[in-house]
């Protein structure tokens, strides 16, 4: 507190000084520097009143509140206002008193302009102090460390090239050179916009655009590449990181804003270029009011929480406000992650961890009593194809059993919308997950049949995620780093992928789209990808040339699975909805009583882990259902 109010007096000290200053100056500027005597009497006399009125006006816009070392636009503007307003009260004072006489009326345009230069001048100078050394008051010594910042800020500083001359890359380069610790040198931009070439971003040029890169890297003795264009597409990225490649300089990127969780891009954002980057896929565009219309100020759960759908669910989520997000998951490390990454993040949104089973119908009971939520996101699910195979019992119990579960507690108290999360393995399924998820698609296109329903569905059913649990991504990475050979089971198998984030939002999203009418809605996918292609893209940005340096192999297609996947089965008719990148199927109608008949059989299979008539009775339930061994 004693700091404090020192630190005030100083403050209002030099403001006291610089209003004086501009105030004399003004009258010696207009009399060039030859002041008469009589103007010296009046000079004298407005002083002190000058000067107390442009401080309590300065004080009344809050100019003595703010933090100098964080100096801003509005704080400038704030200083514009209070030297215009404080300048006119006092005219109107002096012409309502004495109709200017004996005073020059230019003097006070002067002090005006004169006031304004300096004290902004001053703030900003102050700011720019703080920027270049971290100290903690005004001192002697901390003059003398900016003076040697000065002088030795490039000094054992990495030599950075930043592909990009637009938002990101600036707000980069500004954080660069505001944080003297990153121990970074901005030598230059990148960028093919003809248009910037030959600008500057804060001091810095806009040398050449991307094609110019050897020549560039050259010239400047790069130690570093950033590629800071979070728009970049597909074959704009692929081209950008095979110019990296060619120079051999180490190169990072900036992730697209789907993948910060408040947008936010700063230094701390930036990582190595991943397969993800890749892809290209373009920014989701959400109708954010139609999310936030459904979960601000809700109690929204999610299950399977610790998951890579789940977590990141629950990020986008917390997004939209809700008054609080109950993580349900069996997985306690996972759990725990999310529960503190949220907790970092988003402050006014509280978070509840359930550590529970979707299996334990008392435990879903007692969280449903507990927290009432109003938005269920079912997430949680045995996704592995070849485990499943092997095991069918546990697909049945967590997939079936745990979606029952679920139902029944989110039906008996009333939620408002149920949104469940398919796979594309759920069509024409050859294997016993997507059997499994099919299933769970039946349960709730039949929920709308029983008495007084007011919850609204919905099912959203996409492909494979780059980076989530058990994707092919991470595996092909650990035998690249063993030096291979990457397996692939087949030359032709190709899969849909998108990113992570990219995903969630338009789950988000299509449970917007829910209505009375119970759709299955699917996401656009894009263009499907070979794995081969995929694993030669992996090898190539590890450093390594495919077949020479890193060999690939084909094993064969494991049990249940495809060369291809599907998005639509048969019967299904596609309709666009309001989004672009989400169709609508109608759903096909369905007994409830006749499967709930046919799931009582095949969950008492599960319990004596009757693996044939297991897959039995899925092929009862999913007709399309065509097991891996049955297949010519």
């Not at 610790?306 to 998951?329: D, H, K, V």
């Not at 359930?354 to 008392?362: C, E, Q, Y």
């Not at 579960?405 to 393995?425: I, M, P, Q, W, Y």
Request: glycine share 6%; net charge neutral.
């Amino acid at each position: 507190m004693k700091t404090l109010r020192r630190n005030l007096f100083i403050i209002f000290l030099a403001d006291a000084i610089l209003i004086s200053v501009s105030i004399i100056g003004a009258y010696l500027v207009r009399f060039e520097f030859n002041i008469p005597f009589y103007y010296k009497q009046s000079l004298y006399t407005i002083l002190p009143w000058m000067v107390a009125l442009k401080l309590a006006t300065f004080y009344l816009f809050n100019l003595y509140r703010g933090m100098w070392r964080f100096t801003s636009i509005s704080d400038l503007l704030n200083v514009i206002k209070a030297a215009s307003i404080s300048s006119l009260i006092f005219i109107a004072f002096i012409l309502f008193k004495t109709g200017f006489v004996g005073f020059s009326r230019s003097v006070f345009i002067i002090d005006w302009f004169l006031t304004i230069l300096l004290v902004s001048g001053f703030r900003i100078s102050v700011r720019l102090f703080f920027e270049k050394v971290s100290v903690g008051e005004l001192s002697p010594s901390a003059f003398f460390t900016l003076i040697r910042t000065l002088s030795t800020k490039s000094k054992g500083n990495k030599k950075l090239l930043i592909i990009g001359a637009g938002y990101s890359g600036e707000k980069i380069c500004r954080e660069i050179n505001n944080n003297p610790n990153l121990r970074y040198t901005v030598k230059g931009f990148l960028d093919d916009d003809r248009e910037k070439i030959g600008r500057a971003i804060h001091g810095i040029s806009v040398i050449g655009s991307v094609d110019d890169i050897v020549a560039v890297t050259k010239k400047t003795n790069i130690d570093e590449i950033l590629i800071a264009i979070t728009s970049a597409n597909a074959s704009q990225m692929r081209r950008i990181v095979d110019a990296c490649k060619a120079v051999e300089i180490p190169f990072k990127t900036v992730p697209g804003y789907s993948e910060l969780i408040n947008g936010n891009i700063s230094v701390k954002t930036i990582r190595d270029v991943a397969y993800r980057d890749l892809l290209g896929r373009k920014i989701v565009k959400l109708d954010e009011a139609g999310i936030e219309s459904y979960l601000k100020g809700k109690t929204v759960m999610v299950t399977g929480a610790g998951g890579s759908i789940g977590s990141e669910l629950c990020r986008q989520i917390c997004r939209f406000a809700p008054e609080r997000i109950i993580l349900f998951e069996r997985a306690e490390s996972p759990l725990y992650h999310i529960e503190l990454e949220l907790k970092e993040h988003f402050s006014t949104v509280e978070i509840i961890p359930a550590l529970g089973d979707i299996l334990n119908k008392d435990q879903l009971e007692t969280t449903f009593d507990q927290f009432n939520p109003s938005v269920v996101f079912h997430a949680a699910a045995y996704k592995h194809v070849p485990m499943l195979e092997i095991q069918p019992w546990k697909a049945v119990e967590n997939n079936i059993q745990g979606t029952v579960n679920l139902l029944d507690a989110s039906v008996c108290h009333g939620v408002e919308r149920f949104v469940f999360v398919s796979t594309d393995k759920a069509v024409r399924p050859t294997n016993v997950m997507g059997a499994s998820k099919r299933i769970a698609e039946l349960l709730i296109q039949c929920q709308p049949q029983q008495m007084d329903m007011h919850t609204k569905f919905s099912i959203v059913r996409f492909g494979n995620v780059i980076g989530s649990v058990g994707s092919v991504v991470p595996l092909f990475r650990k035998q690249i780093e063993k030096g291979g050979p990457v397996t692939i089971t087949h030359p032709e198998v190709t899969r849909y992928f998108m990113t992570i984030p990219e995903a969630c939002q338009l789950i988000l999203q299509a449970g917007a789209l829910g209505n009375d009418q119970v759709n299955i809605y699917i996401l656009d996918m894009g263009a499907p990808i070979k794995i081969v292609d995929m694993a030669k893209d992996l090898i190539r940005l590890s450093g390594y040339e495919p077949d020479k340096d890193i060999k690939i192999e084909y094993i064969g297609l494991r049990p249940g699975e495809k060369l291809f996947e599907e998005l639509i089965t048969e019967g299904e008719g596609i309709v666009q909805t309001t989004h672009e990148k989400i169709m609508a199927l109608h759903a096909e109608s369905c007994s409830l009583d006749l499967l709930n008949g046919s799931i009582e059989k095949l969950i008492q299979s599960a319990k004596t882990q009757d693996h044939e008539t297991i897959k039995t009775i899925l092929k009862t339930i999913v007709s399309d259902y065509q097991p891996s061994e049955m297949r010519n």
